[in-house]
């Protein structure tokens, strides 16, 4: 019976490690959550302003235990390109070298690294530490913004009456006059055990949900070709649905609008470093999509798009279209673009421009090949269940349940910090791992027992069949006697 568990405990090890796959190929895409929001409010204009180029230490938080360690930040910032821009904010952590005095010594300090290829795909930024700083009862945090104009990575923050925030810049000496209560520095310490205090009761989800606010959405520009080098299928499959964040007019007549210019959703691949080829597409059509949400929408290929390993995303928006598509400004993967008024078969390399990198409101289902004889179905949301889950979700819960940390598989720029992180969609945490473990084996106690009652109810069937089958030979046998001694009497009353 261990065996018959073991198998279907390795089977659904089997299953989830492919349903993982399946997900992973679609990562770079936006996710489905954060479509859904941004497409939610398509129309709202962007809040917050970035810090300006000084150290500004968060009063607000307090350390109170006598040693922790700080593990992630959440953070409310935008990522910009790095070819463009080239520095980095910083956090700093400051001991007070007499507790009368306001001289502090910087103790430990790490660059807040982030580029296209290892921007959050679901709009929520946890920056972790590894390894981990270690801060004392008494310690400060400090974040420090470089040169707005020429940063990769630029803090936000909030002013509204709604939030009160303890901070004051390094350096200025009068409390009375420094100390500032009304601008929500979008930064949070994450520790082990809990040790951070909130002075004002902020909270990881104010972070995050004000966080959400510093970016906007803006229609994609018509007349061009965009190519997105970054969002790449990292298997081979075929999409099912594309879903994305549009603005249409649905009581038009649809006839009429079916052959007038519209998007076109697209899969490349790079046949070399100079030459790109288009392998399929879907033509938005007004009658082959459907309204599943708050300018949001679906589209479902007549014919699945086939893809491979390493396939690009793109996009070509027609001049006028009737179909306006949407896409989040900036904190997005790198964008290639050309103009192009009809949409393009191949394109040369050499004529593309980067085009910044705005993030566009487009995600897919897909059916992936994990080998070849198994096909997993799989959507692009795989981060978050909701961006709105967050904002219930336990600090603890909120960073070690979500997939959505750090990554980046590129060569990065050399920077003076020890702390780059590997992965920003693959650093799983324990406590995912105990849980997953955990469920898997209850399921599979399940099943070991619905085999072995499955088993002991057959044992139960086929005994009743046999005995049934006995008793029947012992009745023939009964009868086939009682003839033969009324034949022997018969027999022998012939012969009197």
Not at 15 to 33: G, I, V
Not at 68 to 79: F, S, Y
Not at 478 to 490: A, D, G, K, L
Request: hydrophobic fraction near 35%; aromatic fraction near 10%; charge should be positive.
């Amino acid at each position: 019976m261990n065996a018959i568990t073991n198998m279907f405990c390795l089977l659904l090890l089997v299953l989830q490690s492919s349903k993982c796959s399946a997900q992973q190929c679609t990562e770079r895409f936006m996710d489905l959550s954060l479509v859904k929001y941004r497409a939610e409010h398509i129309g709202s204009e962007s809040e917050g302003y970035i810090l300006r180029e000084e150290t500004i230490i968060l009063q607000e938080y307090r350390f109170n235990c006598s040693y922790t360690r700080i593990t992630h930040l959440i953070l409310g910032i935008d990522v910009r390109s790095s070819l463009t821009f080239q520095l980095f904010p910083k956090v700093q952590i400051l001991r007070s070298r007499k507790r009368s005095s306001l001289q502090y010594d910087v103790v430990s300090e790490r660059v807040i690294y982030y580029s296209t290829t290892n921007v959050s795909t679901s709009g929520v930024f946890a920056y972790p530490f590894n390894p981990p700083i270690p801060v004392m009862r008494g310690d400060l945090l400090a974040v420090s913004q470089p040169d707005r104009k020429n940063s990769t990575v630029r803090i936000f923050a909030i002013s509204n009456n709604r939030y009160t925030f303890n901070s004051k810049v390094l350096g200025c000496t009068d409390d009375d006059h420094c100390i500032k209560t009304k601008h929500f520095i979008l930064v949070y310490p994450v520790t082990d055990d809990y040790c951070v205090k909130s002075l004002n009761s902020i909270k990881p989800t104010d972070v995050i949900e004000n966080a959400l606010k510093i970016h906007h959405s803006e229609v994609i520009q018509e007349m061009r070709q965009y190519i997105y080098p970054e969002i790449k299928f990292s298997c081979s499959g075929s999409v099912t649905k594309w879903i994305f964040g549009a603005t249409y007019d649905l009581s038009q007549d649809p006839n009429w609008l079916v052959n007038t210019k519209l998007p076109e959703l697209q899969i490349w691949k790079k046949l070399s470093r100079s030459m790109y080829v288009k392998k399929g597409s879907s033509l938005l059509k007004p009658n082959a999509i459907r309204s599943i949400g708050n300018n949001l929408y679906e589209h479902i290929p007549q014919n699945p798009l086939e893809f491979n390993k390493g396939d690009l995303f793109g996009i070509q928006i027609p001049e006028k279209s009737q179909i306006e598509l949407y896409e989040q400004k900036t904190s997005g993967p790198a964008n290639l673009m050309i103009q192009a008024k009809y949409a393009p078969s191949t394109i040369e390399n050499k004529i593309f421009h980067m085009y910044e990198n705005d993030f566009p409101l487009v995600t897919v289902e897909i059916s992936a090949q994990i080998s070849p004889s198994r096909s997993i179905y799989a959507s692009s949301k795989i981060h978050l269940t909701s961006i709105e889950s967050y904002f219930t979700m336990s600090t603890r819960n909120l960073l070690f349940s979500s997939e959505n940390l750090i990554s980046s598989h590129s060569t990065k720029p050399t920077i003076p910090s020890t702390n780059i992180p590997p992965d920003n969609n693959h650093a799983g945490k324990s406590g995912v791992a105990v849980a997953v473990v955990s469920i898997m084996c209850i399921t599979c106690s399940i099943i070991a027992f619905l085999v072995i009652l499955a088993i002991v109810f057959g044992c139960i069937v086929s005994s009743r069949k046999r005995r049934n089958s006995i008793g029947i030979d012992l009745s023939t046998v009964s009868q086939e006697n009682t003839e033969n001694i009324y034949e022997m009497q018969e027999a022998f009353q012939l012969k009197a």
